[in-house]
């Protein structure tokens, strides 16, 4: 069997020539094996995932305790919204006992040291052996000193009013926890149901 039965070379460029690279491409890449063929990650990889946010789920390469976790998720609509609504609950009250601590003086102490170099002077006994008498020299120096402390303190606004946005939009979820349930349960299943979960699907992932 040929080495390359497509007989493609690599498509790459090199950076000192500028010129499309002479090497033939490795079976089934564009590239040849100095340019990356037959490296990097595996496929279907999750090297790239930062928050698992939007993370894709491929069956076939769930491990066999992910694929046990997976099969225990309760698909009811209802209990799923019942879920939403303890964890925006939970966040909630998280959220607005951090807001008391830091109104109840949770304060930050900001510290601000005034320095100078001031030339000091200091008597020094001097004794002279051949005489056998002492003498006091008076020598001058310069050193670092404190002038002025300043402390301040100050409550933390800037964080406050965080926390306070992010309060929102945790409760603007939790309503709309609240009335995906109302509207689940009002419907009582068939299809109305499921256009009202596909839409409530599509509002969280905009948020």
């Known amino acids: 069997m040929a080495r390359n039965p497509a007989k493609q070379r690599c498509k790459a460029k ?3 020539r500028d010129q499309q690279c002479n090497n033939w491409a490795k079976p ?3 590239v040849c094996r100095f340019h990356g063929a ?3 990650a595996p496929k279907r990889n999750t090297n790239a995932v930062k928050t698992g946010e939007f993370q894709s789920i491929w069956m076939d390469a769930l491990t066999p305790e992910q694929a046990e976790v997976l099969d225990r998720i309760n698909l009811d609509p209802v209990q799923q919204a019942d879920e939403e609504i303890r964890l925006f609950t939970w966040r909630e009250r998280e959220m607005m006992l951090s807001i008391r601590n830091l109104k109840d003086g949770l304060t930050e102490k900001q510290r601000r040291v005034l320095q100078q ?3 000091t002077k200091e008597p020094v006994q001097v004794h002279d052996d051949k005489s056998g008498q002492s003498k006091t020299v008076v020598l001058s120096r310069n ?8 402390e ?5 606004i800037e964080d406050i009013l965080a926390v306070e946005e992010a309060l929102t939009r945790v409760q603007d979820k939790k309503l ?3 009335q995906l349930k109302a509207q689940l349960l009002s419907n009582g299943g068939g299809p109305e149901k499921q256009i009202t979960v596909r839409r409530w699907s ?3 992932s905009g948020t």
Do not use: C, M
Not at 152 to 156: G, L, Q, V
């Open 202 to 204: 599509r509002d969280k």
């Open 28 to 30: 089934g890449w564009d």
């Open 152 to 156: 301040t303190e100050y409550r933390a």
């Open 117 to 119: 170099r001031v030339a």
């Open 143 to 150: 050193e670092l000193v404190t002038t002025e402390i300043e």
């Open 38 to 40: 037959g490296g990097g």
């Open 14 to 16: 090199s950076k000192q």
């Open 176 to 178: 709309k926890a609240i």
